[in-house]
């Protein structure tokens, strides 16, 4: 099977406009994952989805940041009216989530969006 | 919220040689701790991973020890070689319950292992 997948690879836009970064889960995996991952730093917790439900948003930065998964498969997140504070690396993570009482919770990563503001 | 602290940012071995990464954590809640390795221009990969109800596990090179009193966990790396040179992070997190929001997981700050020949 595929690993997670996500796309565009690499986005450029001007400060203002609007973005939508993709990620297409490991198939059969219920939890999603978004962080951002600075250069040089560990990734940082932006929001998370079991299924289609956002269970923890507490991680996304400003209401201009959102995300949604609504088939409980791919998630899009959306960045509104960018600045150039928001370019990263923006990571997807999925796992299987599943299991009798303790949750698998082995996390595979994407290979990320890069995303640069001008 | 969790507070994950990595020691040292950066580490160089000479090829054959031992390395040893630590870290510790401010949560007593947590009970999992994965450590990923990622390579430049690459994305984390999970190498090895340790629940609370374990002190130590090992694969073939690589050990992963927990002391939950200390709250604190180390990567032992033995007979490095220059294709283990990567950056590496540990990570901890919450015992994930389905339909909980607790499967977050909160990374340290990163370790740059350089192994020369």
């Known amino acids: 099977g595929a690993g997670v997948s996500q796309s565009p690879r690499y986005k450029v836009t001007k400060r203002g406009q609007d973005v939508a970064l993709r990620c297409d889960p490991i198939?059969?995996?219920?939890?999603l994952y978004w962080y951002r991952q600075a250069l040089g730093q560990g990734p940082e917790f932006l929001t998370y989805?079991?299924?289609?439900?956002?269970?923890?948003k507490s991680g996304l930065p400003n209401d201009r940041f959102s995300a949604e998964r609504p088939e409980g498969s791919i998630s899009t997140l959306t960045i509104q009216r960018t600045e150039q504070r928001d370019s990263a690396m923006y990571r997807c993570?999925?796992?299987?989530?599943?299991?009798?009482?303790?949750?698998?919770?082995?996390?595979?990563f994407g290979p990320g969006t890069r995303l640069t503001v001008l | 919220g969790e507070n994950v602290e990595q020691h040292p940012s950066t580490l160089s071995v000479q090829e054959g040689d031992s390395a040893v990464i630590k870290c510790t954590y401010s949560d007593s809640a947590s009970n999992y701790f994965p450590w990923y390795k990622q390579e430049l221009g690459k994305r984390p990969q999970l190498i090895i991973d340790i629940r609370s109800n374990v002190g130590e596990k090992k694969d073939q090179r690589i050990a992963v020890t927990l002391n939950k009193t200390a709250k604190h966990f180390s990567l032992h790396i033995t007979e490095t070689q220059p294709e283990d040179s990567a950056v590496y992070f540990c990570?901890?997190?919450?015992?994930?319950?389905?339909?909980?929001?607790?499967?977050?997981?909160?990374f340290g700050r990163g370790t740059q292992l350089t192994v020369w020949p």
């Open positions: 990570a901890a997190s919450r015992k994930a319950i389905r339909g909980s929001t607790l499967g977050r997981l909160y």
């Open positions: 993570a999925s796992s299987l989530g599943l299991g009798t009482g303790q949750v698998n919770n082995e996390q595979f």
């Open positions: 989805f079991n299924y289609e439900a956002q269970q923890d």
């Open positions: 198939s059969g995996h219920v939890s």
